[in-house]
């Protein structure tokens, strides 16, 4: 990329409106669901936080399996296999969520909070990073490509410029693209959180359905990963959102899930 190239990067008003919405869908999403749960009379603050601590310490125990392991392999090659190993860790956050007694989810309205903090842990953590992008925007925007490549190596300076080439490509149907995965995603974590719960709770449960967790998540991460180097954003952010589509609905199979909605919306007094 020459300078005069480069001269010509910019987050434009479509690009940084795109930033925002998928920020403001990242933040806002959590707290939606919840209060839906709550107007349902079914909202559950305990699996809540379940949600959110079992999730922060599946990414943290994952993060740190992996630099153990591949203490002298490059940054990416971790990167990389944290986020296809990550599913595991998980998945059996959420199984040892359920089993054990500590956070009291007994009933699928708790099973679906538990998915809404995990999700929405997520969710909250790129939704910090989407507002990140957006301060380099406007930094680009107001100061230029000099106050990001200057005192770098021409190499340095080169993967700079195309990393905010990139950034700056995506526009604003990429953006509502990306907010509909989001949301798909979201549906998917309470999906599956759902599923082992059901499950859990049939006579004589058996770990295959943790494993059908597992697979699933992992199903999800590996064709986003694989679908990503198309190059394409759009068309990752598409298929991201017919596979999770998919699953949920696959889920909503095994588990019955109008009888879910069911005993959210009318559940027995005991």
């Not at 919405?21 to 939606?32: D, E, G, H, S």
């Not at 990416?76 to 009291?104: D, G, H």
């Not at 490549?149 to 509502?176: V, W």
Request: with cysteine; proline share 3%; charged share 15%.
């Amino acid at each position: 990329m020459t300078m005069t190239d480069a001269e010509d990067i910019f987050f434009s008003g479509g690009t940084m409106f795109g930033y925002w919405l998928t920020a403001v869908m990242y933040m806002v999403l959590p707290v939606i669901a919840y209060f839906i749960m709550k107007a349902c009379g079914a909202a559950r603050l305990l699996p809540v936080i379940a949600g959110v601590v079992m999730y922060f310490i599946a990414v943290k125990l994952c993060d740190l399996t992996v630099w153990i392991a591949l203490f002298s392999a490059p940054f990416s090659v971790k990167q990389a296999a944290a986020v296809e190993l990550v599913c595991i860790f998980e998945e059996t956050a959420r199984w040892l969520a359920m089993k054990y007694p500590l956070f009291n989810i007994k009933s699928s309205a708790a099973a679906v909070c538990y998915g809404i903090g995990h999700a929405g842990m997520e969710c909250w953590m790129r939704g910090v990073s989407t507002f990140k992008l957006i301060g380099i925007g406007s930094r680009l925007n107001s100061g230029g490509i000099n106050s990001f490549i200057s005192g770098k190596t021409p190499e340095k300076a080169e993967e700079t410029l195309q990393e905010l080439q990139r950034l700056a490509d995506k526009g604003i149907i990429i953006s509502i693209a990306g907010s509909v995965e989001i949301m798909t995603n979201f549906g998917f974590h309470i999906a599956l959180s759902v599923l082992i719960f059901k499950k859990m709770y049939e006579p004589n449960f058996k770990k295959r359905w943790l494993l059908l967790a597992i697979g699933l998540h992992y199903a999800l991460n590996c064709i986003s990963w694989a679908v990503s180097f198309s190059g394409s954003q759009l068309i990752t952010s598409i298929v991201g959102i017919i596979t999770g589509a998919a699953i949920i609905a696959l889920v909503w199979r095994i588990i019955d899930g109008r009888n879910v909605v069911d005993e959210i919306l009318y559940p027995l007094d005991i």
